[in-house]
Every structure is written in structure tokens, then in C-alpha cells.
């Protein structure tokens, strides 16, 4: 039952930012046999969520979701985003960074939102509201998922968001303030406490704003799990993978190890 893996295009453009990229989809193992509308997922750094050869490791999404459907949770799309290699933390990045320069993150959030969900939502069955809709990304690719669920929140209403690079800018945390959160929404926000001496800080600081935030709504959802043994890798965000997709798309309670 391990998810069908198709390949939208090696070369899709990004017209936002004139580059191309690998973009692909895990659909699930029946979906050529079923007429469901499936929710979705759109995820960052596409080389490291299913390729064993990774240089830094993957995450084994297409393991993790073969395990979930075992387990009768296979309503799920997912849209793996290849990152631009030298470019990816401009391209990941919203804001003016003093080491960085200018990021390119607001260009990327365009191409999400006017190009490739519209792509993605006339050619497979993917449910178009925006609760059945999600972004994740770990790292820098943590922080540009944050940052579209808080800007966009009318594409996106469910945010799985890892170790996010939250140094970059403090500016992540105005548009934390500033956000405002539906009923439906749901954040999933993942660190590890060995990672550096400054994540957990800056965690606790945005997990500050956020909770309350979610807490004066009725049906919206917010979990922020820690493992204190944590560091900043693929190894530990493959493991939080499935306990986030079951609390975000299929309801079912994780709790923190």
C-alpha cells in the first residue's frame, strides 16, 4: 500500500522567480481506482522527503504514509517541491537578512499560491477548501511554510511546521501577531531541544503568540511538541512526520516523547 509516486514535471516553471523545478506527487496506492477528493499536502525540500541516497538523509514520507494507510489513514495527497540547492535559503526566506541580503520568499509564496495550487487543484482530486489544505517544511523550509500560512491564509488552513529558521528575521513574529487565525485552522509546530541554544527561545517566544491566539477559537487546533533530545535533521523530523499527519489530517492525538 505504499503511495504511487508521480512526477508532475523535472522542469516546472516558476515564473515568480524565473527557475524550474522537480515537483512531484505521492498520491495513495487506489487513487486511479477511487473518485475520492483527497486532501493535500504541500511540502518543501522535496529531495529529502523520499530518496534514501539523500546526502544529508530523508525524511521516508512514501514509508511513513504506506505505515498510516496499514492503519486505514490513506485519504492524503502529497506535493513534494524540490528546493533550488544554492538558492534555497533566498528562495526560503521572506525577509531582509543582514548575512543573506534580500530573500525571495515572497516571490515563492506567489508561485504556491497562483501557480502550482491552481496547477495542482485542475489535474487530481484534491478537496480545494482551504482546511483540507497544508504546507510543511522543516528548517528554512519550516520558516517559508510558517510565514505562507500566516500571509495566505486563505489557501492554506493547515501548517506542519519543523525546527523553522526563525533567527532569520524577527519579523516572523510581527506576522505572528498580526495574523488572523479561522475556525478550521490547525499548527503543528515541531523543535528539538538539542538543535542550537537559541531554537528552543525562539520557539517558546512564537509558541507565545500562537497559543493564545488559538485558544479563543472553537475549532481550530494547535499543538507544539518538543523533543528534548532533538537535533536539526532529517532523522528526527522523519520520526515526527507521521504523529504530525495524524494529528493535522486524520484527528488522531500524538503526544511529545
Known amino acids: 500500500m505504499r503511495p504511487i509516486i508521480e512526477v508532475l514535471e523535472e ?6 522567480l524565473g527557475v524550474k523545478r522537480k515537483i512531484s506527487a505521492l498520491l495513495p496506492a487506489d487513487y486511479h481506482q477511487s473518485d475520492k477528493m483527497y486532501p493535500v499536502l504541500y511540502l518543501q525540500d522535496g529531495q529529502n522527503l523520499f530518496n534514501p541516497h539523500a546526502p544529508y538523509g530523508d525524511w521516508a514520507i512514501d514509508k511513513s504514509l504506506e505505515g498510516l494507510a496499514v492503519q486505514g489513514m490513506t485519504d492524503l495527497i502529497v506535493i ?3 528546493h533550488g540547492d544554492e538558492e534555497r ?3 526560503y526566506s521572506p525577509y531582509y537578512n543582514p548575512l543573506f541580503g534580500d530573500g525571495k520568499g515572497n516571490q ?3 508561485f504556491l499560491t497562483d501557480t502550482l495550487v491552481p496547477y495542482v487543484n485542475n489535474h487530481y482530486r484534491v478537496s480545494t477548501r482551504r482546511h ?3 504546507i510543511g517544511g522543516s528548517s528554512m523550509g519550516g520558516l517559508i511554510s510558517l510565514y505562507a500560512g500566516l500571509t495566505a491564509p486563505a489557501t492554506f488552513g493547515k501548517l506542519m511546521v519543523f525546527s523553522p529558521s526563525l533567527w532569520i528575521s524577527p519579523m516572523i513574529y510581527h506576522h505572528a501577531d498580526q495574523c488572523t487565525l479561522m475556525d478550521g485552522d490547525a499548527l503543528y509546530l515541531y523543535a528539538g531541544g538539542m538543535e542550537s541554544k537559541a531554537h528552543i527561545p525562539n520557539i517558546k517566544r512564537l509558541d507565545g503568540i500562537m497559543a493564545p491566539k488559538f485558544d479563543t477559537l472553537t475549532f481550530a487546533r494547535y499543538k507544539c ?3 528534548e533530545q532533538g537535533q536539526h535533521g532529517e532523522y528526527y523530523w522523519a520520526y515526527e512526520f507521521p504523529k504530525a499527519i495524524k ?3 486524520f484527528n488522531k492525538e500524538t503526544h511529545a516523547v
Open 108 to 110: 515563492y509564496v506567489s
Open 247 to 249: 494529528w493535522l489530517y
Open 89 to 91: 535559503i533566498y528562495e
Open 11 to 16: 522542469d516546472y516553471e516558476i515564473p515568480q
Open 132 to 134: 483540507d489544505t497544508g
Open 80 to 82: 513534494a517541491i524540490d
Open 225 to 227: 511538541s518538543v523533543y
